[in-house]
């Protein structure tokens, strides 16, 4: 979208629309602050916005799912007025010799990057479902993929007008796998899950609530296997294992956990440091090992990825940008 009269006020781009992104957004323009937000989508609320699923530990919201939180941020960033390019990405940053920052933004409708001169940029653009990489390199994972019969996260499994089928086999051994399990188990569906590891890594808790569904037969764990190869079984999935057997499931749902989106062209020029995993390290401002560039959100919390932190990280980062700025 085009940009509205310029204000007196720093531009402060942020990259991301998630509730993190959203969250640092209404504190800086509290502030006084230029927060613009840019969103690849088309619309705001980044992973939230896909998740079906009840959240009920973000305070004084319970009951909504996910998504209908994601919604409530997002109307209240167009209440404020914070500005929103949707369909945008960034295409470079780079520093220029006054500390400051440029941060060429492209879009999707093919309009020429347009260059943000900016003291800071915020990087909230979170985390994906992971296995994106197995679904490739498992034999016809991608085709059946494709035709709506495997599943990369737990977001199908929760919708309300997921067709479960009578059996869902689930890929995974973690706190999604347990717990989407279950909740197909009290939908009336079959769940079976197929885990590497032979002893599960989800929750205790999780594991002890999927025992009364494996008591009445509604849930199988199958430890110590994995996938090597799908074939399409009539309307369904035949899941070759590596031990030589097979079943038969109306659905595949993979939950690999999740992986940051710190593999985009645009950051390799700041090389900002990682832990291990990939994760943006920031320090106790959400400032990140380049001066000015912060990460808020899932994007730079491995260890409790979530809404309430995500907001609270949006904030923590916000309060440091205006305090700098404001000190000039």
């Given at each position: 979208m085009a940009r509205p009269t310029m204000s007196k006020a720093p531009d402060v781009p942020i990259i991301g629309g998630g509730p993190a992104g959203m969250s640092c957004a209404l504190w800086l323009?509290?502030?006084?602050?230029?927060?613009?937000?840019?969103?690849?989508?088309?619309?705001?609320?980044?992973?939230?916005?896909?998740?079906?699923?009840?959240?009920?530990?973000?305070?004084?919201?319970?009951?909504?799912?996910?998504?209908?939180?994601?919604?409530?941020?997002?109307?209240?960033?167009?209440?404020?007025?914070?500005?929103?390019?949707?369909?945008?990405?960034?295409?470079?940053?780079?520093?220029?010799?006054?500390?400051?920052?440029?941060?060429?933004?492209?879009?999707?409708?093919?309009?020429?990057?347009?260059?943000?001169?900016?003291?800071?940029?915020?990087?909230?653009?979170?985390t994906q479902f992971g296995g994106a990489d197995w679904l490739d390199a498992t034999a016809n994972a991608r085709a059946l993929a494709e035709r709506g019969r495997v599943h990369l996260g737990p977001g199908w499994a929760g919708e309300p007008t997921a067709e479960v089928g009578s059996h869902v086999a689930v890929i995974g051994g973690g706190d999604n796998a347990f717990d989407v399990a279950r909740m197909l188990g009290e939908r009336g569906a079959k769940a079976t899950i197929i885990m590497?590891?032979?002893?599960?890594?989800?929750?205790?808790?999780?594991?002890?609530?999927?025992?009364?569904?494996q008591e009445r037969g509604t849930a199988t764990v199958m430890a110590g296997r994995t996938v090597v190869a799908l074939e399409a079984a009539g309307s369904g999935v035949r899941?070759?294992?590596?031990?030589?057997?097979?079943?038969?499931?109306?659905?595949?749902?993979?939950?690999?956990?999740?992986?940051?989106?710190?593999?985009q062209p645009w950051l390799s020029e700041l090389t900002l440091a990682k832990d291990p995993n990939g994760y943006l390290s920031v320090d106790g401002n959400m400032e990140t090992s380049c001066r000015g560039i912060f990460a808020v959100g899932d994007i730079a919390n491995p260890v409790h990825p979530c809404i309430a932190t995500a907001v609270a990280g949006g904030t923590m980062a916000a309060r440091e940008i205006q305090r700098r700025l404001a000190s000039r």
């Amino acid at each position: 979208m085009a940009r509205p009269t310029m204000s007196k006020a720093p531009d402060v781009p942020i990259i991301g629309g998630g509730p993190a992104g959203m969250s640092c957004a209404l504190w800086l323009a509290n502030y006084g602050l230029n927060p613009i937000i840019v969103e690849r989508a088309p619309a705001l609320g980044g992973m939230a916005a896909a998740s079906p699923y009840p959240d009920d530990w973000l305070l004084g919201r319970p009951g909504e799912t996910a998504r209908q939180n994601a919604e409530a941020f997002a109307l209240h960033i167009r209440e404020v007025g914070v500005e929103c390019w949707v369909g945008a990405h960034p295409q470079r940053v780079h520093r220029q010799a006054d500390g400051r920052f440029v941060i060429d933004v492209a879009y999707a409708d093919g309009r020429p990057p347009q260059p943000v001169p900016c003291p800071a940029v915020v990087v909230a653009t979170g985390t994906q479902f992971g296995g994106a990489d197995w679904l490739d390199a498992t034999a016809n994972a991608r085709a059946l993929a494709e035709r709506g019969r495997v599943h990369l996260g737990p977001g199908w499994a929760g919708e309300p007008t997921a067709e479960v089928g009578s059996h869902v086999a689930v890929i995974g051994g973690g706190d999604n796998a347990f717990d989407v399990a279950r909740m197909l188990g009290e939908r009336g569906a079959k769940a079976t899950i197929i885990m590497r590891s032979k002893s599960p890594r989800a929750q205790p808790l999780l594991v002890e609530r999927l025992g009364q569904h494996q008591e009445r037969g509604t849930a199988t764990v199958m430890a110590g296997r994995t996938v090597v190869a799908l074939e399409a079984a009539g309307s369904g999935v035949r899941l070759g294992l590596s031990d030589g057997s097979a079943i038969e499931a109306d659905h595949v749902v993979v939950l690999f956990g999740y992986r940051p989106n710190t593999d985009q062209p645009w950051l390799s020029e700041l090389t900002l440091a990682k832990d291990p995993n990939g994760y943006l390290s920031v320090d106790g401002n959400m400032e990140t090992s380049c001066r000015g560039i912060f990460a808020v959100g899932d994007i730079a919390n491995p260890v409790h990825p979530c809404i309430a932190t995500a907001v609270a990280g949006g904030t923590m980062a916000a309060r440091e940008i205006q305090r700098r700025l404001a000190s000039r």
